[in-house]
């Protein structure tokens, strides 16, 4: 089975959807997107920049996928790969002594171990993470914070390790709206890849939170039609420690060559058969990010630009990229 990761425009997204796995769309106004009802999907309230109003992130394989709901998880399945989507409203009233965010962080994460289960595809390979105000403090722990615990705790709860085998993952602010999850599921284990010059996130010491965030620097994918390579969010950070700040030129390319470590460990891909989303958090500072980026890919890369708020303050630029996955 084939599988290909593409982005349209709205306006140019009439077709294509009969083998879409799934998607998800990101603008700021994300809603008025024409998805097919059946199709996993989720709107991301994060502005397009260098762009059109909206982006629509559609995965695709070669076969007509099976639909169906987990609990709130939209899922598709198709071969030995599942798509899955839901969002979590925080609730107004949480349980005593967790946070909204927190109570919806550990629903979602049950709901997702169900759906798992449910769907065969057992090995979490990549997940994406969306939720509000990810730097903003409420009872003295930053939101990023009371994800990072709720998702370890979830993690625990279902029986799952939090170091070595977990996926591949990005966390990023939204402008409003629930906390939006989607991920990619495999009957078999991915590899999990880790970075020789990063410490492990689930290895952060404390100082960047009580509780590490959990997930691999990369997971690799292999099938018959090749890998496919799925790089985590990754940014200017060295052993744990943000360098560069008040740099987005010099993070840019710090964070660049910490893609091109991982792929050292993962031929045979190469910085020039990634297709790339980069998140940079001020709007202004995208020419600068611009720059670094183009210089270091090439015309070739495909890569789209948001803006979001990156999940430490003095992190200007993070950027995730897939390989494999059908770019030029
Ligand atoms: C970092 O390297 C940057 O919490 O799931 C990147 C990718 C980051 C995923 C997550 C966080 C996450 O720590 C932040």
């Known amino acids: ?130 939720l509000p105000r990810i730097n903003t403090y409420t009872g003295g722990l930053e939101r990023y914070q009371q994800f990072n615990g709720a998702r370890r705790r979830a993690l625990l709860l279902s029986g799952r390790l939090i170091r070595g085998p977990v996926p591949a993952a990005s966390a990023l602010g939204c402008g409003r709206g629930p906390l939006s999850i989607y991920f990619l599921a495999a009957r078999a284990a991915p590899r999990f890849i880790e970075n020789p010059r990063q410490v492990s996130a689930y290895h952060y010491p404390r100082q960047y939170g009580p509780q590490a965030p959990i997930f691999s620097r990369a997971t690799l994918l292999e099938a018959a039609q090749g890998a496919r390579l799925f790089i985590s969010g990754t940014s200017s950070i060295v052993g744990h420690r943000t360098l560069h700040a008040g740099d987005p030129a010099a993070q840019t390319r710090e964070t660049l060559t910490n893609i091109e470590a991982l792929l050292a460990q993962a031929p045979p891909f190469t910085l020039e058969s990634l297709t790339y989303k980069i998140y940079v958090r001020h709007a202004a500072d995208l020419p600068r990010v611009q720059r670094e980026v183009d210089a270091a890919l090439g015309p070739r890369p495909r890569r789209v630009y948001l803006q979001a708020e990156v999940c430490r303050a003095d992190l200007a630029v993070e950027i995730e990229a897939t390989g494999g996955c059908g770019e030029p």
């Open 1 to 130: 089975m084939r599988m290909r990761l593409e982005y349209v425009e709205s306006e140019r997204a009439r077709e294509g959807w009969r083998d879409a796995l799934g998607a998800a769309v990101f603008g700021t106004d994300p809603l008025g997107a024409p998805i097919p009802p059946e199709v996993p999907h989720l709107a991301v309230h994060m502005p397009v920049l260098a762009g059109p109003v909206r982006w629509i992130e559609r995965w695709r394989t070669d076969e007509p996928p099976h639909y169906s709901r987990a609990g709130a998880v939209r899922l598709a399945c198709a071969g030995a790969l599942a798509f899955g989507a839901l969002s979590a409203e925080e609730p107004h009233e949480p349980p005593a002594g967790v946070s909204g965010l927190e109570a919806a962080t550990e629903w979602a994460y049950g709901q997702i171990q169900a759906a798992l289960a449910a769907s065969g595809c057992r090995h979490l390979v990549r997940i994406w993470n969306y």
